[in-house]
Nanobody
Framework: QVQLVESGGGLVQPGESLRLSCAAS????????MGWYRQAPGKQRELVAS???????NYADSVKGRFTISRDNAKNTVNLQMNSLKPEDTAVYYC????????WGQGTQVTVSS
């Protein structure tokens, strides 16, 4: 069993920043891929950013240039730095890890509102 615990969500104003962290119960390098997804009310869950074990990174078009996914080896976390936040970024953000199956965290709420 794998546990993924997200943190760092909250309420911010448009244009501000947040940093999400995902702590895994085993080495983040043991997964083929880790990523961040989000789900807004009434919408499907969508990929925000992902990083493979080899370091290949992928971003959704809507967040390119604003969000950055990274790994912190010392803390064994995968992080999502979110800058220039917009109201449309409001969603529950989920951490995902994949090996022979997909693992999910419980989610953290991000609300962008003035």
């Amino acid at each position: 069993q794998v546990q993924l615990v997200e943190s760092g969500g909250g309420l911010v104003q448009p244009g501000e920043s947040l940093r999400l962290s995902c702590a895994a119960s085993r080495s983040i390098f043991s997964f083929n891929r880790m990523g961040w997804y989000r789900q807004a009310p009434g919408k499907q869950r969508e990929l925000v950013a992902s990083i493979t074990s080899s370091g290949s990174i992928n971003y959704a078009d809507s967040v390119k240039g604003r969000f950055t996914i990274s790994r912190d080896n010392a803390k064994n976390t995968v992080n999502l730095q979110m800058n220039s936040l917009k109201p449309e970024d409001t969603a529950v953000y989920y951490c995902q890890a994949g090996d022979s199956r997909w693992w999910w965290g419980q989610g953290t709420q991000v609300t962008v509102s003035s």
